[in-house]
């Protein structure tokens, strides 16, 4: 457990019978997602196997296993794990791509609306501030849209500041 929480192993095989608790029970203890793991039993029982491909066992091996057999399947788990590891690299840049793009238009937005400019002037003065700055665009967007936000009173302050 200790090595679990000081080092995140690329691939798991785990045995369903361990001293304290099953391997299915090891694999849930990972806080984000598991590793790719395989399991090992002495038995096949349906409702363990369905559990643990439920939980995204990569496979499902009824002991004694050759080495031999395993060995091209823990390759080929390693490879599938890095591809994965990478998917989700590329997912996580995309995500922060499409939230500074929505950043950068909402804030080109409250330029054009603020100072009545057109979408190209208002995306060049955006652009020309952040340089200025030394600051990213989303950054600077980031910060406008904020300020927008303080600047703009929601309609229900207005409406008590109105009726008291």
């Known amino acids: 457990m200790q090595a679990i929480k000081t080092d995140r192993p690329r691939l798991a095989i785990v ?3 361990l001293p304290d608790m099953s391997g299915l029970d090891l694999v849930r203890r990972f806080t984000d997602e598991p590793p790719p793991f395989f399991v090992l039993s002495a038995v096949r029982l349906e409702e363990t196997i369905a559990e643990a ?3 995204g066992a990569l496979g499902y091996f009824v002991k004694p296993i050759e080495v031999t057999q395993l060995l091209p399947l823990v390759r080929a788990a390693l490879a599938r ?3 994965l590891t ?3 690299i590329e997912i996580q840049k995309l995500t922060e791509a499409i939230e500074h793009a929505r950043l950068i ?3 080109i937005g409250i330029l054009m609306e603020r100072y009545r400019l057109e979408q190209t002037a208002a995306a060049t003065a955006l ?3 952040a340089r200025s700055q030394r600051r990213k665009m989303h950054t600077v967007a980031h910060d ?4 927008s936000l303080v600047i703009n009173l929601p309609r229900e302050i207005l409406r008590k500041i109105g009726s008291e």
């Open 15 to 17: 045995d369903i019978r």
């Open 53 to 55: 491909i439920g939980l």
């Open 81 to 83: 794990a890095d591809e």
């Open 86 to 88: 990478n998917m989700r």
């Open 105 to 107: 238009s909402t804030a």
């Open 127 to 129: 652009r020309f501030l």
């Open 144 to 147: 406008i849209v904020d300020a």
